[in-house]
């Protein structure tokens, strides 16, 4: 069974950096062929994609809304996924998730097949 949990969300000021966490149990990381994605949600919108990266690690994509700020990696030996986002702006606070699916990376999170329960970044002036 797979287990996603995010963390390290936080408040913090406009231009400011924060890395997110998710920690993952069961069978993703490792020669499984999960990819996992970054997502976030503000509130009275539709969740959207952030970031991705491949099983391997040596493929991430973006979206243009972060691309040059954020940084999806992950740490196989850890079971780690990381989202480093820097020069934070008010349009980034929302809620971020982790997720996992089998196969490469797509954009659309109905594809995606484990969900942790998000962590909250707020972007103040």
């Known amino acids: 069974q797979v287990q996603l949990a995010e963390s390290g969300g936080g408040l913090v000021q406009a231009g400011g950096s924060l890395k997110l966490s998710c920690a993952a149990s069961?069978?993703?990381?490792?020669?499984?062929?999960?990819?996992m994605g970054w997502f976030r949600q503000a509130p009275g919108k539709e969740r959207e994609f952030v970031a991705g990266?491949?099983?391997?690690?040596?493929?991430?994509s973006y979206a243009d809304s972060v691309k040059g700020r954020f940084t999806i990696s992950r740490d196989i030996a850890q079971n780690t996924l990381y989202l480093q986002m820097n020069s934070l702006k008010p349009d980034d606070t929302a809620v971020y998730y982790c997720?996992?699916?089998?196969?490469?990376?797509?954009?659309?999170?109905?594809?995606?097949?484990?969900w942790g329960q998000g962590t909250e970044v707020t972007v103040s002036l």
């Open positions: 990266i491949n099983d391997s690690g040596g493929t991430t």
């Open positions: 069961g069978r993703i990381f490792g020669n499984y062929n999960y990819a």
């Open positions: 997720a996992a699916k089998r196969g490469g990376v797509r954009v659309s999170p109905i594809l995606y097949d484990y």
